[in-house]
């Protein structure tokens, strides 16, 4: 017999770890305990089976307990609760959950994968039994019965997270009405609130009741009344709670493990807690963000799964570090993508970290071609070097390989310069010959150049009131149908022709729909001898963020 | 004034230098010469006017002379063919396509984008009323004509490149029975057999007859039989000849430029030609194989916009290198995406590069959401240091973004290892947890960390025929439905009970259905005293291979 390695948790991590180990000892003796009774399924595709979208629920049980033991000749015991930790004796204590037998189980390496759990606030209403989380298969059972047996019309989500988010638009998939209450004011925290707009944009457009800025301080009448800040009350027959989740840190904590500041469990780049015969990884761990170098917890598969590989092989002697978590998300929701990776503008404000930013606008694929779909993308970079911080998009098609391309080349240590080099495939229904992250590349690259400065959506009000001239090179036609309060309309192909009408003696700020225009203007105007802003992102962004914070 | 820079050629290369300079210098003079009526137009969206997918002719059409003249202050001279390039005098000779009128422009600094023209092989009956090339405007607007005027209910689509393929296609959605003729034994040249294979699969399926290995040697009677090396002679009302193109060298050759062997003009790494006041660029000229390092032809419209960049900075006085074209592309085939980036397999062959080769064949995201589509993935590299060389991808979903990102990959340098590490977007309607990238970066890593050796398809048969022993570790019902001729069934589930069925001193090939659960039995075997091969890409790979070659 080889090493005996005890893991905790059945799911990404812990069923990840434990394969793994095997393919990598055949002798190893591994042992996999998991309280629920499902290890392997997947917890990303719960809200689907929720709506039916998802129709059929055995696709979520993506192993069983036999097929994997006969497998990989594991030792897999579910329904067993893991109590304590010994560290002395290197044992631990178990609990079967349903029979209640406990007894202690050895180990030379212990991994700890257990997950996170959904936080719920101290309000004595949401122990109402038409209030749910949704963590794994069981809460999924009950949410899918709940809405069988009682056919609840109207349904309150709190929290605008991505499973809120995903809970929302498959309860309108089941036929009930839906009012999402976030106490942010904007939906999906990691991304900055301009492209979170547009995805507010369309839950409302398909029929949810957003509320944001507000959170709940009450639950009352058996779960039938939820009360917030503003006083407001929202009637729900069903309320599901999901304003996050906290890692499952009592096992390390009990057993005196380090712990991070909000609990996560601290490990070194091999994923070792500071009991080096312990690992831990997945939901539980405080993890460095990979941009600014932060402790941070990202509870995202991705991680987990990479982890587990990692612990599979440091227990076999090869080292491999992790370099930390990048927070690559995406989210459908309904029609729209949004997905981010790397930091938002307002985390790297929050750390005092300057920073540029660029809005484009650009389609999912040449224009011409049916079916392109403009995509919102924003990409964050370091203003000296043109290192990339990160990048969002928000958009119908096409979000999702832009999004996953920038996270390549921000793990490729590439630049904005370099962004435009990447060259990537292009026929008409894919793409343009410069694809949008090219482009965006371009466009970040004229701001580290100092070929143009630019101005966010959010200051030109006030640099307007403190009286700033500003022009709108769009066409009077779009101009008339909206526009910046103040803007002076100069088309830009008079532009030339029209440059005594503006201050010499004065910064000009310059709009035009999505900026393209407006950093040609700029390119004019400079050239002149005039000094200039351009508005990055155009009236498009403006015009978004205005209606949002309207 | 400023510098007086003249350009030959209004599209792709040529029209992107002269807005880039203008960005750049307000002041410059720039005059662009194009032969044709039309500047700036989108030749890649050509063959789907065609059929009417885009319906609308003026869509093609980007910018008008007037409308970039305008915007731009260019002076753009259309029907204006340039006739020589007078070095000494720093002149140029242009020819009025329309008037006959000539006459000469001086010229600071010269750019010569004049693209490339189709190959047309010395076949006297190819001059018939019915056979088409496509290149432009006016080629489109010819075969729209004679399928309006003619309705031919045939078609000879001679060449299976991505020309070829998009005319078959768009042939067919107009109603046309097409014959696509080839005389490599695949269609898309860039990519290997046995992913080719799946794109004639489709072609076939569409009801395109495929007739590959076989090139024509005569066109007779009038355009209506094309006759083949074979004998074989086919009927068609219509011809399109899509074999290639060649590039537009000769006021290059005329004016003593240097040129490659294949005749694209030589430039430098800023794409200077053998005159330092001439620069050239786009389908004309030769450029390095970014993976290789050979000089090579790669007429794409990604290339010709990044080096008009790069020429217009350089004119200004800024210089940023051309790396070398990694040949990144891709087609639409009806339901289908076929795209790869880098080298293939075939063409590391030839050159001698040693590589290594993974075959996998994930799912376009998690297989228990709605949608998901299997893609062929291939990825090939350098077995000591898992360096990418290229990768192949088709499939119905998801194939551009994985494309996208190994070559973005392979622009920053990353290695397999490096495959792995990238946080890629999840969530189950886009991706897996592990992406199919991620995948093969473990997939490929094995065979560089020497955990696990492989065979190809296309070895398989013969070392069966020279004795060699395989298992098929898939299940009995599996095997039953189709199998490798020779291979003995052992499910993998049955092995570790099995091994005494297994010769000790002979190397044990080794098959499942995609290469996953081979790999797994590998690992078992390896670890219990065996010598083992595991079949890459499994049954999946080797039996489309081998339908394709029977
Ligand atoms: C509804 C939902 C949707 C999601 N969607 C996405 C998505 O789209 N994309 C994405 O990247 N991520 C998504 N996630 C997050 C992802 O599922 C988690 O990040 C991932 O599962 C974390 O893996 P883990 O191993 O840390 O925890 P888990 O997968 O949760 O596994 C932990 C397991 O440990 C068990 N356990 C805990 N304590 C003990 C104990 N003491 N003894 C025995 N067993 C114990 C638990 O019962 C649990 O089964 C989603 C999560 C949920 C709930
Ligand atoms: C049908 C078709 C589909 C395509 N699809 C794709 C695709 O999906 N993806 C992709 O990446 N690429 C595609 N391409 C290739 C792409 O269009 C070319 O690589 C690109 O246009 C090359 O740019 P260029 O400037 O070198 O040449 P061009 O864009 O061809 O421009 C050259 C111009 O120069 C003019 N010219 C030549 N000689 C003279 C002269 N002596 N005087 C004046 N003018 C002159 C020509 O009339 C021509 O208009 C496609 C091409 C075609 C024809
Ligand atoms: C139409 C055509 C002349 C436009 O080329 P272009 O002038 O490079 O214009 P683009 O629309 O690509 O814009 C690129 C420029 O605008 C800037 N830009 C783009 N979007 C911007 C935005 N939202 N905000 C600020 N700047 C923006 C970029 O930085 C770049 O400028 P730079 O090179 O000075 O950095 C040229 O692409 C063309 O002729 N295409 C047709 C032919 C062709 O390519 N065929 C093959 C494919 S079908
Ligand atoms: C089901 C589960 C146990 C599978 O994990 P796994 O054992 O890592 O298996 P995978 O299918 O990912 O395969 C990966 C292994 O097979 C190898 N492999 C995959 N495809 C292969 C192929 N075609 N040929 C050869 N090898 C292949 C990989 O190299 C890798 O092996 P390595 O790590 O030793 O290099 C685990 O993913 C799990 O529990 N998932 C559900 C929970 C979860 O992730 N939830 C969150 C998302 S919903």
Redesign the interface.
Same mark, same amino acid.
């Given at each position: 017999m080889g090493k005996k390695i005890v893991i905790v948790g059945g799911v990404?991590g812990g069923a990840t770890t434990a394969t793994k180990l +095997? +393919?990598?000892? @055949?002798?190893a003796e591994i042992v996999l305990f998991e309280r629920g009774e499902f290890i392997s399924f997947?917890n990303?595709?719960l809200p /689907?089976h929720i709506s039916g979208?998802?129709e059929d629920r055995k696709?979520?049980l993506?192993q069983t307990v036999e097929g994997m033991n006969? %497998?990989y000749?594991l030792d897999i015991r579910n329904f067993s609760e893991v109590t304590a930790i010994n560290r002395k004796e290197k044992t631990v204590s178990i609990k079967h959950v349903q029979t209640g037998e406990e007894y202690t189980e050895s180990y030379d390496v212990l991994v700890l994968s257990p997950g996170a759990k959904p936080i719920v606030p101290p309000i004595e209403g949401l122990k109402s039994a038409n209030v749910f989380t949704l963590r794994n298969i069981p809460d999924m059972d009950k949410i899918k019965a709940y809405l069988e047996d009682n056919k609840p019309k109207n349904a309150v989500v709190i929290g605008g997270g &991505?499973i809120g988010l995903e809970m929302a638009e498959n309860l309108i998939h089941a036929g009930v009405n839906v009012t999402l209450v976030e106490k942010l004011p904007q939906v999906m925290g990691p991304v900055d609130p301009e492209l979170a707009a547009i995805v507010e944009d369309e839950l409302r457009k398909n029929g949810v009741e957003l509320i944001l800025g507000d959170g709940i301080t009450d639950v009352q009448e058996n779960g039938t009344k939820v009360v917030l800040e503003s006083g407001k009350i929202l009637d729900a027959e069903l309320i599901i709670l999901s304003i996050g989740v906290r890692p499952e840190n009592k096992l390390a904590a009990d057993a005196g493990l380090d712990l991070g500041e909000r609990g996560g469990i601290k490990v070194n780049e091999y994923l070792q807690t500071s009991d080096e015969s312990i690992y831990a990884m997945g939901d539980a761990i405080e993890v460095t963000d /990979?941009i600014n170098g932060q402790p941070t917890m990202i509870p995202?598969?991705?991680?987990?799964? +990479?982890q587990a590989?990692i612990v599979g092989h440091h227990i076999n002697g090869r080292k491999i570090a992790y370099?930390g =978590?990048?927070?690559? $998300?995406?989210?459908?929701v309904f029609e729209l993508?949004a997905?981010t =990776?790397g930091n938002s503008e307002k985390l790297l404000r929050r750390i005092g970290i300057p920073y540029e930013v660029v809005h484009i606008h650009p389609l999912s694929h040449?224009? *011409? /071609?049916?079916g392109a779909e403009q995509i919102s993308l924003k990409v964050i970079f370091d203003r000296e070097t043109g290192k990339l911080f990160g990048a969002q998009a928000v958009g119908k098609d096409g979000v999702?390989?832009r999004?996953?391309?920038i996270? =390549?080349?921000i793990?490729?240590?590439?630049s904005v310069y !370099?962004l435009? @080099?990447?060259?990537?495939? *292009?026929?008409?229904? &894919? $793409?343009s010959?410069? !694809?949008p992250v090219n482009m965006a590349g *371009?466009v970040a690259s004229n701001i580290v150049d100092g070929i143009i400065e630019t101005v966010q959506h959010y200051e030109v009000d006030d640099l307007i009131k403190e009286g700033a001239f500003m022009i709108d090179v769009r066409t009077e036609k779009e101009h008339a149908q909206g526009r910046i309060e103040g803007s002076k309309n100069i088309p830009?192909?008079d532009l %030339?022709s029209r440059l005594d009408e503006l201050p010499k003696d004065e910064i000009i700020l310059i709009t035009c729909q999505v900026g393209l225009r407006g *950093?040609?203007a700029s +390119?004019?105007l400079q050239?002149?001898g005039y000094k200039v802003k351009n508005l990055t992102g155009g009236y498009k962004t403006y015009s978004i963020f205005k209606n949002k914070i309207q």
């Amino acid at each position: 017999m080889g090493k005996k390695i005890v893991i905790v948790g059945g799911v990404a991590g812990g069923a990840t770890t434990a394969t793994k180990l +095997r +393919r990598l000892d @055949e002798k190893a003796e591994i042992v996999l305990f998991e309280r629920g009774e499902f290890i392997s399924f997947a917890n990303c595709g719960l809200p /689907y089976h929720i709506s039916g979208v998802i129709e059929d629920r055995k696709k979520l049980l993506l192993q069983t307990v036999e097929g994997m033991n006969a %497998r990989y000749n594991l030792d897999i015991r579910n329904f067993s609760e893991v109590t304590a930790i010994n560290r002395k004796e290197k044992t631990v204590s178990i609990k079967h959950v349903q029979t209640g037998e406990e007894y202690t189980e050895s180990y030379d390496v212990l991994v700890l994968s257990p997950g996170a759990k959904p936080i719920v606030p101290p309000i004595e209403g949401l122990k109402s039994a038409n209030v749910f989380t949704l963590r794994n298969i069981p809460d999924m059972d009950k949410i899918k019965a709940y809405l069988e047996d009682n056919k609840p019309k109207n349904a309150v989500v709190i929290g605008g997270g &991505f499973i809120g988010l995903e809970m929302a638009e498959n309860l309108i998939h089941a036929g009930v009405n839906v009012t999402l209450v976030e106490k942010l004011p904007q939906v999906m925290g990691p991304v900055d609130p301009e492209l979170a707009a547009i995805v507010e944009d369309e839950l409302r457009k398909n029929g949810v009741e957003l509320i944001l800025g507000d959170g709940i301080t009450d639950v009352q009448e058996n779960g039938t009344k939820v009360v917030l800040e503003s006083g407001k009350i929202l009637d729900a027959e069903l309320i599901i709670l999901s304003i996050g989740v906290r890692p499952e840190n009592k096992l390390a904590a009990d057993a005196g493990l380090d712990l991070g500041e909000r609990g996560g469990i601290k490990v070194n780049e091999y994923l070792q807690t500071s009991d080096e015969s312990i690992y831990a990884m997945g939901d539980a761990i405080e993890v460095t963000d /990979y941009i600014n170098g932060q402790p941070t917890m990202i509870p995202l598969a991705w991680p987990a799964n +990479r982890q587990a590989h990692i612990v599979g092989h440091h227990i076999n002697g090869r080292k491999i570090a992790y370099p930390g =978590t990048l927070g690559t $998300s995406i989210v459908k929701v309904f029609e729209l993508t949004a997905a981010t =990776t790397g930091n938002s503008e307002k985390l790297l404000r929050r750390i005092g970290i300057p920073y540029e930013v660029v809005h484009i606008h650009p389609l999912s694929h040449a224009g *011409y /071609y049916p079916g392109a779909e403009q995509i919102s993308l924003k990409v964050i970079f370091d203003r000296e070097t043109g290192k990339l911080f990160g990048a969002q998009a928000v958009g119908k098609d096409g979000v999702d390989k832009r999004i996953d391309v920038i996270a =390549t080349a921000i793990k490729g240590g590439l630049s904005v310069y !370099d962004l435009q @080099e990447l060259e990537l495939a *292009y026929a008409p229904p &894919f $793409s343009s010959a410069k !694809d949008p992250v090219n482009m965006a590349g *371009y466009v970040a690259s004229n701001i580290v150049d100092g070929i143009i400065e630019t101005v966010q959506h959010y200051e030109v009000d006030d640099l307007i009131k403190e009286g700033a001239f500003m022009i709108d090179v769009r066409t009077e036609k779009e101009h008339a149908q909206g526009r910046i309060e103040g803007s002076k309309n100069i088309p830009l192909d008079d532009l %030339r022709s029209r440059l005594d009408e503006l201050p010499k003696d004065e910064i000009i700020l310059i709009t035009c729909q999505v900026g393209l225009r407006g *950093y040609l203007a700029s +390119r004019i105007l400079q050239q002149n001898g005039y000094k200039v802003k351009n508005l990055t992102g155009g009236y498009k962004t403006y015009s978004i963020f205005k209606n949002k914070i309207q």
